[in-house]
């Protein structure tokens, strides 16, 4: 079987010559993944290229084993993915149930009216926003606006969630609240989440990447990463080493 | 559809929720409907009745525009709430092609803008029922609506919409939508101009309503006469969208190809752009980074679907197809217009007056659209002892002859706008008759050429023909053809449906007359048989024959010029047994007061003239307001808006403006139209002095029902007073033909003048009349020689001022004598009474003063003189000024 994801030798250079991806292999399948990476690492692009947001300059990315060059195959992964943007925001005149609606009917599910009503009452409930529901969309806290962007971007049953910089504002609280959210989440549908912060993932991901200056320097597991830098007692130490490491060779 | 209508309910649910959408549809609907409210307010206080067709009007005139910036600015909102709101990168994933997108979000908005645009449109056709109960007129505002309102919506919030898309920026696509309009438009007509003289007119009147009309309207309902109103009968729906149709076309294609366009602008995929090589020190360094960030930001998307070319293809085919059919419209009008300009410099020979037609019979049928199918079979006689083989026609030139059929020997036809030419081989021997059968087809009806004016059709034509400079070409495609057969009505001369035979010569009216060929002079009688199918519910012909039914059959013998049927969606009310009214069915409670006075009119004009017997069948029909109708209504003569149809003084027109005034039309004034009529109707006369007879039988009967109130004098404040021959169809001079008449009933005193009258029109036989040969016959009754007078002021423009000189006054042993002059400072002979008042009665002599001459009198009297007065009963056509003597009054001898 196919990997969910194949990304190869992507490369990805700016109109004003900035070169944010350079070269990047990643092979993604089931579960959580986790990718990791400093402010301007890159992040953002990949994911963009990933949910076809963004052209790549070269490389060449299969979902499910289709090529997503071709104009066809983009339906058919736009429908597989759902994407969370770091800067997400749901259309302020809709209530959070609406808004679920909306973005089902949008993603064309071949459901009855009864049955989508159904699935966002649920996905409300997972996310913990049964109570708000009914209020209007443009009125919630950062953290349900980030809750209901999970909600929105699970609406259709997709194979991949995309979340990029999801904690990113959200007090301590929300975070830890977020963090088991996707958790939860990850055990249904593969996810990839890219973050700064490295508590963001680990207690949860089976597998990270670090990326840093459009070069992925690590791809593994949690523990690898941390028996790399020897001494390290927590994946931030070990992330900071790492980070350190390739920085001082990028300096 | 499904998908449209979640777009379509979601843009509801979140402009519902949105105060700003609300307090705009709110201002919207309020500034829409004020108009309408306004009139309404008043409508009870108005000297003039207020049909639906006000009312719409009002509502029209600034609905578009408002509609055009409330559509813009949905379509603004929709984009920014979905890009400033940073919800579109989530909308931008969902797995719909891009074109789908686009035009769901277009008709999504759309869909929340037309509710809102419906909502003054009913309020104010609830208005218009309100005011008065006319159901059936409801069509009239859907049909406004449809034709001026929806077109708006849908241009307006494209464009905003593909452009917007397009820039991402609102004021930026404001700024790209006007600038496009003007100078692209300009410099795209000035290339196209070397290329193929075309010339494409902006996008203005497609959103503009009317502000001229609301202004005219403003003023008829405040009891002015005759603005540009339109008729309560219908809307004009094809005429109206025929001109959308061209008006929005070249606008249409525009929005069409930008709408395409915009989705390959929404932004999905960036596409990858390769970055310029740039030394890190280049001077232009900081510019080019600028030029680059307008570059990645235009650049259109990557992997856009076959959807989405597909769409822009459409999109750009349909967009070529307006545009095509615009320059088609274009070249036909151009092509239309050089025939109209061969036919009218062309020298046609007309038909000589040995022939006539003895007999005309038309079977025809008008269709939708105005269109027209018949068949006319005309009998054509030699009646001069010489062969003839030429005959010259007059027919609508939006009428083809299909098929000519003869009798015998080959026809050869030739036609040049709406000259047709029929030669026949052999030519017809004198005495001779033959049987010309034509089938014909077309839209009779009249065009007008978009062209600059100054000028007559022809310097038009000739400029826009000759034109070196693109700013001296028009749109063409905005033309107009104004059918003789609309929804609002039917107006058929006999020319729109059958060849006419033209006698007098194919002339153009000089500049100042109009456009198009001078009318025929000569006109003889034909036996008609018409048979006429037709849409409406009513029509009428000049021979007084009122059909209704969908279908009008007359026999009579008539003149074809002057022949012309009338119908449209009327109903009729009989006025007793001699009368019939016609009438718009929304003006039915206008119609309760109108027909009293009507009926009363006929029982004054019987008694006011009892030598004339009335035609057993009159026919009153409320004539509905033609487009670009501007009559001056004159207070002081109301008779003259009532118009006498055809030769036979049987039917008459009400215009639509006349039969909404409240109070009910003046009795007289309808007598007045009724004896003039008859008189009309009895006498036979050329052409050329028709409209002479009818005013001067217009104004008779006015003098006969006592309603002249004018007395012989022009008055004249120091200069001479601008006079035109009473024969002259320019400018009307209906002041001075009743001045002159006053004069003419003083001649030959009143009841010769009557018998004078009488005998012309009684006693002339079947001969064609002429203005000459009835001021002769009334000459002949007063026994006076009138020849003068006729030239003086009928053919000529003469005005005569009088002045007294040298006025003496002498004791002469028991009497007194009186001498003096009267001095003719002016033009034209005059027949001028000179009254000696004395202490002993008056005495009176009526001296003759020739053109600038000086005629002296002398008189002898009794009594002691007071004073010598010229003319005090004003009975002498002159012009009285200041510094011209009257009166002299004795006051004794010095
Ligand atoms: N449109 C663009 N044009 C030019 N450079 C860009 C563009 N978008 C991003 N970059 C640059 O590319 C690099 C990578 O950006 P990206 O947004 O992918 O980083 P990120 O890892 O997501 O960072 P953050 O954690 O701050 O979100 C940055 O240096 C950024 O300045
Ligand atoms: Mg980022």
Known sequence: ?251 | MKLLRLFAAHEMLAQWRSMRFRVIAVVYVVLVSAPAVALFLISGRTPRAIGPAAFNMFLLSEQPLLTALLAAGMAIDALSRERDEGSFPVLSVAPISSAGYVLRRWLSIVAICIPVTLLPTIISAALAVHTRIMLPLLPMFAEGWLVSVLPAVLVSSALALSLGTITGRAVLSIIFVALFFTIGLDTMNDLLFHVHRLHFAGPGDLFAGGERSIDELTWAIRGFWFPDVPSDAAFPLRARSRALVSRAGITGAMTIAFLALSTFYLRRTRRDLRPWKLAANHPLRTLIGGVNRIREEYAPDSGSGTADRVALIVGLILAGLLTASIVHEQAAFASLAAERFTGETEQGVPTSTGIVAEAVTIDAEIGIEGSLHGHVATIIRNTADHPESHFSFDLNPNVAVQKLAVTSGAARIRRVWERLDVDLDPPLAPHQARTMSFDLAGTPGDIRFELQSPGNFRSQWTRYRDAKQSIYLTDLSRSSILPAATEVRMRLRATDIAPVLRYSPWAVQPDDHGEGFLPETITTNTALALRLRHLYSIAVDSCGVVAASNEIVSRCSTPLASYLIFGGPLIQRPLGPAATLVFIPSHEALADAHAQSLASSIQIASEAWPQLSLPAHLVFVERPTEPGDRQWYNESMPWLTVEQIGARGAVFFVPEMLFTTRKPINANVFAASIIAGTLRGKRRVVSEDAGFFTRFFTSVAVGRLGMRKSTAVERGAGFTAETAPLLSEVFRPESRMAKVLAMLEYRVGSSHFIDGINDFVLRGGERAGTAKELVDAIGKAGGVDLTQTYEDYFVGRALPQLTLIDVTFHHVGQRWEVTGSVKNVGTGEAFVPIALRTAQGSLWQTIRVGDGARATFTFSAAGEPHALQLDPDRVCYRQASIGLIENVEYRGES
């Open chain 1, 1 to 251: 079987m196919a990997p969910l994801i194949e990304l190869h030798g992507i490369r990805k250079t700016y109109s004003d010559g900035h070169e944010a991806l350079r070269g990047v292999d990643l092979t993604l399948g089931e579960g959580m993944f986790g990718l990791l990476g400093p402010n301007g690492a890159g992040k953002t692009t990949l994911l963009s290229i990933l949910v076809l947001a963004l052209e790549p300059t070269t490389g060449t990315m299969h979902f499910d084993g289709i090529d997503a060059a071709s104009g066809r195959a983009r339906l058919e992964i736009r429908r597989q993915i759902g994407y969370l943007p770091q800067d997400f925001q749901p259309l302020r005149n809709l209530t959070g149930a609406e808004y679920l609606v909306h973005c089902a009917r949008l993603r064309g599910i071949a459901m009855t009216r009864r049955n989508i009503d159904r699935r966002a009452r649920m996905l409300l409930d997972a996310v913990d926003l049964t109570d708000v529901s009914d209020r209007l969309s443009g009125e919630y806290s950062g953290g349900m606006r980030r809750r209901l962007g999970i909600a929105q971007a699970l609406i259709h049953a997709p194979r991949m969630l995309v979340i990029d910089e999801p904690t990113a504002g959200l007090d301590p609280e929300e975070r830890i609240h977020f963090r088991n959210l996707i958790a939860e989440v990850a055990e249904e549908v593969a996810v990839l989440l890219s973050t700064h912060i490295s508590e963001d993932i680990e207690a949860t991901c089976d597998r990270i990447a670090v990326l840093t200056n459009g070069v992925l320097v690590f791809d593994g597991g949690v523990d690898a990463l941390m028996s790399r830098s020897g001494h390290a007692t927590s994946l931030e130490e070990a992330y900071a080493a790492e980070l350190l490491r390739h920085g001082s060779r990028a300096a």
